[in-house]
């Protein structure tokens, strides 16, 4: 009874998932596409931030300095001229006595005593504000900013490059699963012809009419029937925690998929036209940014070597210096400015980096011209195998029609004594061999089917139209 309720509950625990739920779990579950995101969100952050350069720069600036350092000077004493209003003059004038050489001697004078002044450091305080703001930088900020937003559309297609591996492996493994459990079916199948034949000759041996020999025969094709069920059934959990890691559920999770005949049943559609066409493809695409990119970044070479100039402004408060027990310093000021610098000789360094750049984007010229050529190759290759694979679905399907067909007139000529059991075991032999091969086309053609379709960059969509 306790078994029972086991058994119930581990039949509530599965689910059965379709074709279709498996994508759409590990489009939301996986790790691989769930990096590539960050590493997009991370991106978009990045290009905020070379936005930015855009803009002025401004900053508080603050600083407090208390030092014990002083000093001291004296300031020399001497006669000081007394003036006088002149009329004549119609202003004041000292009052000298011109000498017959032409110097002067003071008339009246006041005495002006030596002074000596105390300057203390102290408390220092200077704060302000400042701008910064780039007027032109040779192209350097609009480049860099051009460069981020190609690195955030890589990004995106990035995570919908991961998404179509992502799917392609998900589909490969569901496909698998399937296949596993359909190879129980065959394994089962098979098991239960020979258990039907096992009846058939226990019977006639009881009887006289079979030797025991005969009956080890039948004996020895269903051990290795119920060894061929263990071996499918290690292959479909294996299948099946292999599904689980890439839709995101923990690997001993108890699932299973649909009726596999309708999934892996032969080609629905004739095959597209033999145009060779990767336009489509992400990598193409990814390809295309990439000799973009470099395109840019020969531009910022560039803008290294080409003159600057920027527009600089603030206010700044000072309050410090202590000179004979006064305050020295006490007030603020504004300043503007701009600042201009002109590269005028690195002994040829700009010029090498620029055709180091230049360098750079024809290689990723060639790259792109020759990853292309492999991407056409690659689409080929496709189609040639979803062919052969459509042609291996029709070819399996006739001899698994002529197997069956050819076990039934075994079955019959056995029963009326006009074949051998050893040729009767043989036939269901030949059957079993070929409803696995069947099976086998099958799935082989739906695998073709979907790296075809990731050949021709549709992965994405079918998905979406599924």
């Not at 890589?154 to 392609?168: H, Q």
């Not at 009846?199 to 061929?228: C, I």
Request: net charge negative.
């Amino acid at each position: 009874m306790i078994g029972l309720l086991l058994q119930m509950c581990v039949a509530v625990e599965a689910q059965t998932l379709s074709w279709q739920q498996c994508r759409e779990m590990a489009l939301q579950n996986n790790k691989e596409i769930t990096k590539a995101k960050t590493q997009m969100d991370q991106i978009a952050s990045d290009v905020e931030s070379y936005k930015s350069n855009f803009y002025p720069r401004i900053s508080i600036i603050a600083t407090d300095i208390y030092s014990t350092g002083k000093g001291n000077f004296t300031l020399e004493g001497g006669h000081l001229p007394i003036y006088s209003y002149s009329e004549a003059a119609g202003s004041y004038v000292p009052n000298v006595i011109v000498n017959p050489d032409g110097s002067y001697t003071l008339s009246q004078y006041a005495d002006f005593p030596s002074q000596k002044l105390d300057l203390k450091v102290k408390n220092v305080f200077m704060g302000g504000i400042m701008l910064n703001q780039p007027l032109y930088m040779g192209g350097k900020i609009t480049t860099a900013y051009e460069m981020s937003k190609i690195g955030q559309r890589m990004a995106e297609l990035n995570v919908a490059l991961t998404e179509d591996d992502i799917i392609v492996k998900t589909d490969e493994a569901y496909i698998l699963v399937i296949k596993a459990k359909e190879m129980i079916q065959v394994a089962q199948k098979y098991k239960a012809l020979l258990d039907e034949l096992m009846k058939n000759v226990d019977s006639a041996f009881r009887h006289g009419l079979k030797t025991r020999n005969d009956k080890m025969k039948v004996q020895v094709k269903l051990n290795e029937a119920e060894l061929n069920i263990t071996k499918a059934e290690n292959a479909f959990r294996l299948a099946k925690m292999n599904l689980c890691h890439y839709i995101g559920l923990p690997i001993t999770s108890d699932i299973d998929v649909e009726a596999g005949e309708a999934i892996i049943s032969g080609p629905q559609e004739s095959i597209a036209s033999n145009e060779i066409d990767v336009s489509n493809r992400l990598e193409h695409k990814l390809l295309e940014m990439q000799v973009e990119m470099a395109k840019n970044q020969v531009r910022l070479t560039k803008s290294d070597y080409m003159p600057n100039v920027v527009l600089t402004g603030g206010y700044t408060y000072t309050n410090g210096l202590e000179l004979a027990g006064k305050r020295l310093i006490n007030g603020g000021q504004a300043t503007v400015g701009v600042g201009v610098k002109v590269p005028i000789l690195n002994f040829g360094e700009g010029s090498s980096k620029v055709r180091s750049a230049k360098a750079k984007q024809q290689i990723a010229q060639l790259e792109q011209e020759d990853m292309t050529e492999k991407m056409m190759l690659e689409q080929q290759q496709a189609r040639n195998n979803l062919e052969e694979a459509a042609k291996e679905v029709e070819l399996t399907k006739n001899a698994f029609d002529q197997a069956e067909e050819n076990v039934k007139l075994s079955r019959q000529q056995y029963e009326v004594g006009y074949e051998t059991l050893s040729d009767h075991l043989e036939s269901q032999a030949i059957w079993q061999k070929a409803y696995a091969d069947r099976v086998d086309a099958n799935c082989q053609y739906r695998l073709a089917q979907v790296k075809y379709q990731k050949s021709l960059g549709q992965i994405s969509n079918s998905v979406k139209h599924q």
